[in-house]
């Protein structure tokens, strides 16, 4: 594994293993004891120009390659991800602190996705339209966009970076792919790596390692790629969004969300603390679905408390190397300073610290907090790591104006022993997903995946891959002699 983090430590262009030409390194630190894994040289703004000139020579080939042999690349290059898993475990474990059992669960993930990337290849379908004309044959065609910018998140990489990229190639396009900075083995050039041995012809994948104060908006403001997909912040999200719209670029965005796990009266008590803990506390809180809040009838709040403060008290925190860690560290320093510095606010504003993990260099230890005033920004926004507020509600009603009370429309849950009252519940919630009686982090290879409000624009996976990654083109074939009014 180790090897990875010297032989991937490049730029891959056209086929090519480089190094870039900035004129400084990004390194690539392990969070947990902060050894150097990797230095990598920028990519320069040339640099992402080559990058997508080389995918848009290669992508045209590509798109008239036969689907059955584009999908026979996805099946080796999955064949290579299982070949490979504990490997890129052991990288998701070093470069982002993933736990062990957070890093199996990202790669079994990516593999279903790879799964159904493959048989996406075979997907595009040509329709015959009616016309009101006479002897017309209307052919609608879908046909790939050409050149797709992925920009991968650091808190699962590997698999976010795989739900673009895949699905993108087996539809006959060409990617550019950066990945976030703080993984850029993880987001980026492992993958390449992959797809590379996998036989996917030079130029249909790229990665390029930099950073905004190199580049800027180059990576998005290229002519070149027609889509841009990104997974990340509100803020870089919002920025990305502008640009596009100013260049005509069609965007996927995910960006974040504030979820709420909902308790209701006639839950089960126990399996909703279980889904709760999880729900919080995945990956150490750094998950875009991650329950932030976890709202409780009054009617089971003691008991409900008791048991999620004793379990979340029982969560290993520590080395992401032992099997028995669940929560690791979080990405960096300015991320643990961010954390802390919610929990030291709450406890200003008047909320009470039920539990107050340590910080010791980047492992923050789980918090709760309840009695966090209701007009308190900390209610509205993401929190990127293992702190949670529990925040009571009398009835139904209640519950549904708290939840929605948030800019952000991601992801929750509900709890209650009656399926159909959750699922009504869950109809008055303005958001893209929303699940009953389970955790509120859930994806899946088929569903529709993305948000509402200011958590995003657009969707990914299933037949909304099919709208992501291809447009329609309208061929008309006028069988005889048209007539025309002058």
Known sequence: MSSYFTDLARQYIDGEWRTGTGSWDIIDFNPYDNEKLASITIATVDEVDEAYRAAARAQKKWAKTNPYARRAVLDKALQ????????ICEVLVSELGSAVGKAHFEVQSAKEF???ASQVALRPECRIVPSTTDGKENRVYRVPVGVVGVISPFNVPFLLA???VAPALALGNAVVLKPHQNTPIAGGTLLAKIFEDAGLPAGLLNVVVSDIAEIGDA???????KVITFTGSERIGRHIATVCGRNFKRTVLEMGGNSALVVLDDADVDYAVDAAVFSRYMHQGQVCMAANRVLVDRSVLDEFTDKF????????SGDPRDPQTVIGPVIN???ADAVSGVVEQAVAEGATALLHGATTDNLVEPSVLTGVPADSRLL????FGPVVFLVPFDGEEEAIRIVNDTRYGLSGAVHTGDIERGVRFAQQIDTGMFHVNDS???DDPLVPFGGEKHSGVGRINGEATLEAFTTLKWISVQHGRSVFPF
């Not at 290579?80 to 490997?87: A, C, G, K």
């Not at 990576?219 to 790629?225: A, D, K, M, Q, R």
């Not at 403060?309 to 290993?316: G, I, P, Q």
């Open 380 to 383: 509205q926004d993401q929190v």
């Open 80 to 87: 290579l991800i299982d070949e490979r898993e504990q490997d």
């Open 333 to 335: 320093s300015s991320e």
């Open 219 to 225: 990576f998005i403001e290229h002519p070149v790629p």
């Open 162 to 164: 795989l739900k673009a």
């Open 440 to 442: 509120t982090v859930q």
């Open 309 to 316: 403060v004793a379990r979340v008290k029982n969560l290993k």
């Open 114 to 116: 790879v799964r159904e």
